[in-house]
């Protein structure tokens, strides 16, 4: 089939033209319904539009090209206005966003079998059963995505709703990688039980989760008592390097105030010890089938794993890869620690100190 895409949102304009010509379909995407106007003398078998448009609505244009070609509705909101707008204008179907790849599929293939619907009145009852299943779909897909984003973090989520790779494949990406781990967990444990203990590393974990947040990273995994922070993948960050050294130092401060509170209270004080380093990974799904997830493999990820093993409590170390590509160095109180021979990593690694300012 000839398919013309319209919608304004490049990433999802994007993803429909790629999909549709890797099944075999010839394929444009323009971002205004004007612009598919001008397009329609090319002769198409079939319109895949948003309904929200700037300028002209995909209704609008429905409207127009009713006649000459078969048209799918993308939409986030299936309404009952819609649906008698969209009677009117002749359209096909509905395909609720957010759509899974295999959706987008399976939605164009059923309009290529079936044909174009020209009884008004087997396509009304078509219609509105459509319309019902999209609002159950939509409905269905906020909670599970909300649910999702929980779990794994908004951009993850985002991008697993696209994502058409397999276990083991990827994409090279340049990221910082922060890690964060417990110091004297396991004395500590043993110290207060079991439930204290998972209640003091909460609290620690949510002081990284919201610094990496706030500086515009994304919190990959929880490990045991530590976690994993990327800045700059799954989506670019400007600066990622000085982001990542601002989360530290935030994480650092307020797990110091937890810290002399546990002490004010006769309690045992946790602290974290950190590492940092920046440069090219693999970013994909890892796993199998049946449980995959998203992270990045490569060296860079694991300079900032081992530069996080030899850290004290309460130190930042940071590679010299991350180092060098800060900017404006003047910003932090950088101090070097010479070459460190670190677990697992040939030769020596260039490391420094990463303080708060005096």
Not at 89 to 100: E, I, S, W
Not at 107 to 115: A, K, P, Y
């Amino acid at each position: 089939m000839r398919i013309l895409v319209v919608d304004d949102d490049p990433e999802i304009l994007s993803l429909c033209v790629s999909v549709l010509k890797e099944t075999g379909h010839q394929v444009e995407g323009v971002d205004t319904g004007e612009k598919a106007l001008g397009k329609l003398a090319y002769g198409w078998d079939l319109l895949l539009v948003d309904v929200t448009l700037p300028g002209m609505s995909g209704l609008d244009l429905a409207d127009k090209v009713a006649d000459s070609a078969d048209v799918i509705i993308m939409t986030a909101n299936p309404a009952l206005d819609s649906s008698l707008h969209a009677l009117r204008a002749g359209v096909f179907d509905y395909l609720p966003k957010p759509f899974t790849i295999d959706r987008l599929i399976d939605t164009v293939r059923n309009c290529g079998e079936r044909g174009r619907v020209s009884s008004s009145a087997v396509r009304e009852e078509f219609l509105v059963d459509r319309l019902k299943k999209a609002s159950q779909e939509v409905a269905g897909l906020r909670t599970v995505e909300s649910f999702f984003s929980r779990f794994c973090g908004e951009p993850v989520s985002r991008l697993m709703r696209t994502l058409k790779e397999e276990p083991g494949h990827g994409r090279k990406m340049d990221a910082t990688m922060l890690f964060a781990d417990v110091r004297w967990f396991t004395p500590f444990a043993a110290s207060v039980g079991p439930e204290a203990a998972v209640l003091a590393v909460n609290k620690l974990l949510a002081v990284v989760v919201a610094e990496v947040n706030k500086n515009g990273g994304m919190i990959n995994k929880f490990l045991g008592d530590g976690a994993f922070a990327l800045f700059g993948c799954p989506d670019p960050l400007p600066d990622q390097c000085a982001a990542a050294c601002r989360a530290a130092l935030g994480i650092v401060s307020e797990v110091e105030k937890l810290a002399q509170a546990a002490l004010e209270n006769g309690q045992t004080p946790l602290r974290l010890g950190l590492g940092i380093n920046t440069g090219e990974v693999l970013a994909g799904l890892l796993g199998t089938e049946e449980r995959m997830e998203y992270t990045v493999i490569g060296h860079a990820a694991n300079v900032a794993s081992r530069l996080e093993s030899i850290s004290r409590p309460g130190q930042i170390l940071v590679g010299k890869d991350t180092y060098d590509r800060i900017t404006n160095k003047e910003m932090f109180n950088l101090q070097t620690l010479g070459p460190k021979e670190l677990p697992g990593v040939p030769g020596f690694v260039e490391t420094w100190q990463l303080l708060p300012k005096p």
